[in-house]
């Protein structure tokens, strides 16, 4: 799908993913990625980039909002390669799925953020 999702992935999902267009820097040890979320649920996101740090790992997350910046944890869940190596995420852009383990700064924020797209229907 173009939007980052897959369906196995949408069946393991906590909660909805909402269409969203938002800058956010991911970082591991010495390596700072830059990268639009295109979908966004207060467990998770996809980040369009490409796709260097490995599967599992930690990483410190600035999501950049319309009111302001979320700060916090995250762990790297799957990544599609541009090479389209992946079956199962062979229309997916490169990026990866990454998991919120924990929201240091910025929670009501998000929340906000995703009950204000919960009320805009899915096309």
Do not use: H
Request: hydrophobic share 35%.
């Amino acid at each position: 799908m173009a939007d980052g999702g897959c369906t196995s992935n949408r069946e393991r999902r906590k909660e909805p993913r909402y269409a969203v267009s938002c800058r956010c820097w991911v970082e591991k040890d010495s390596v700072t990625l830059f990268g639009t979320v295109t979908n966004l649920s207060a467990s998770g996101f996809f980040l369009r980039t490409v796709p260097v740090v490995a599967e599992g790992s930690d990483v410190e997350i600035r999501l950049s909002l319309e009111q302001g910046v979320v700060i916090g944890r995250g762990a790297v869940r799957w990544r599609a390669q541009p090479d389209g190596r992946d079956a199962e995420r062979r229309n997916t852009p490169p990026g990866m799925g990454i998991e919120l383990v924990q929201v240091s700064g910025g929670r009501e924020l998000l929340d906000t953020y995703i009950g204000r797209k919960s009320l805009v229907p899915e096309p």
